[in-house]
């Protein structure tokens, strides 16, 4: 492998994992002693799969929205440039299956959703590239392959 890199995802060999799954990718420690954890929420297999841009963007809206609502330790939820997942990052926060437990209660809301919150042009930089159906399709394969979720590196 090359050079150790300033940004931890690219020194993750991304032929070696298998989504989807859940790895916390970070930890940092604030100057006051508050704990921020990033995790890999990753969607798609790396390389060879890719969520399309409106069920993407219309799934980071939903869940940035949506996972509020079952923890008020959320910092943020943002999507990954290659498309193939997104990164959630929490406060003092360390309970790995309680990250577990919001993101499927947060998936779950994605799948009841009746619209895509702050879809419009007031709210949204890009407001006419969203897909509800699209977002809802994502959320569904992820949660119905849940049992993977904790296992990251394929055999």
């Known amino acids: 492998m090359a050079e ?6 690219f020194n993750l060999d991304h032929t070696k994992v298998k989504a989807p799954y859940v790895r916390l990718a970070g930890q940092k420690v604030g100057d006051h002693g508050d704990e921020i954890y990033k995790y890999d929420v990753r969607f798609m297999q790396p390389n060879k799969e890719h969520m399309e841009m409106p069920a993407l963007h219309s799934l980071e809206h939903l869940m940035a929205e949506l996972s509020r609502n079952h923890s008020d330790k959320i ?3 943002s999507p990954m440039g290659c498309q193939t997942g997104f990164y959630m990052s929490l406060i ?8 577990l437990v919001i993101l499927e209660k947060t998936l779950t809301d994605v799948l009841n959703a009746t619209e895509v919150p702050a879809c419009n042009e007031m709210q949204c930089g890009w407001a006419a590239s969203h897909s509800l159906e699209g977002a809802k399709e994502l959320a569904q394969a992820f ?3 849940k049992s993977e979720w904790p296992q990251v590196f394929g055999e």
């Open 4 to 9: 150790k890199m300033n940004v931890e995802s």
């Open 75 to 77: 910092v943020d939820i």
């Open 92 to 99: 003092n926060h360390t309970d790995y299956d309680d990250v």
């Open 143 to 145: 949660l119905d392959k």
